[in-house]
């Protein structure tokens, strides 16, 4: 989008004036919770300003702690600031080098840009310890979690991709129950989709965002979503280049089961 004032006819309006203190502001992604984020300013001084309304269940105090946590091992944005009103919560952080990998630049070169998400998702898993992590991203933590809001009547099969929404609840939280052997524990990223990877001119990845699910879990809990939106944002037949650049070979009944669970809640 442009930078131009519709920016501040929204809920994030006055944290984002506050924050950039008349420097231009940019509404670069609106996901489907509500949520915005903002780039701000150029140069040095450039950063970037994450918000959600209070009506998401996102928690960006949580994701803070996990930025500063993984900072310390691989290239993560830098927490700057924080904070919290009636309307919303928000997070300052600063940019990373490269573009997304959904930029119109590496959608022209999928190829380059799946070999860098999953050289990425490696270089990741390798990188942080899963040992000394502080955050669980579990399988049974999970589901624990989606028959919380199962019973509260809270999950929206509506929302499923077309391919769970045959099975119905009952049996989709029956599948899940049934949580496969743990292949590998590593510090997973929890929302590895191709907008989260973020590549340099060369074609190589240079850094990770939006981690406020991360902590340690099975290697395929990140896999299966990673080679799922390989499908949604390059087009099918790119699964097998991102698992050669990762280093595995396919785990079909794990694929099918974390993108069940992703579904049903992250």
């Known amino acids: 989008m442009t930078a131009d004032d519709s920016w501040r006819d929204s809920a994030a309006g006055p944290v984002a004036a506050a924050v950039a203190a008349g420097r231009p502001v940019t509404l670069v992604w609106q996901n489907q919770a ?121 999950i929206n099969v509506a929302g499923w991709r077309a391919e769970h929404q045959p099975l119905g609840l009952p049996r989709a939280l029956e599948l899940v129950a049934d949580i496969p052997p743990v292949d590998e524990a590593v510090v997973c990223h929890g929302d590895s989709c191709a907008p989260n990877t973020l590549i340099t001119d060369d074609g190589r990845w240079s850094g990770h965002v939006d981690l406020g699910f991360l902590g340690v879990a099975d290697r395929w809990a ?26 595995v070979t396919p785990d079909p009944d794990r694929t099918r089961y974390y993108r069940l669970l992703m579904d049903l809640g992250p």
């Open 34 to 154: 509500g949520g915005l984020t903002f780039e701000i300013g150029a140069g040095g001084g450039r950063c970037f300003l994450k918000w959600t309304p209070v009506s998401s269940e996102a928690d960006l105090s949580a994701e803070a702690a996990r930025m500063r946590w993984a900072a310390r091992y691989t290239p993560v944005p830098e927490v700057l600031a924080e904070g919290a009103d009636d309307a919303g919560s928000w997070l300052v952080t600063t940019p990373l080098p490269g573009l997304t990998a959904i930029a119109p630049r590496w959608l022209a070169d999928p190829r380059a840009a799946v070999t860098a998400i999953g050289e990425g998702l490696r270089a990741l898993h390798d990188t942080l310890p899963a040992a000394t992590c502080p955050f669980s991203w579990s399988a049974e933590s999970r589901f624990a979690v989606v028959h919380q809001r199962a019973v509260a009547g809270q």
């Open 222 to 247: 990140d896999l299966a979503i990673a080679t799922w939106s390989c499908g949604w944002n390059y087009g099918p037949g790119w699964e097998g280049l991102l698992l050669d650049a990762y280093g």
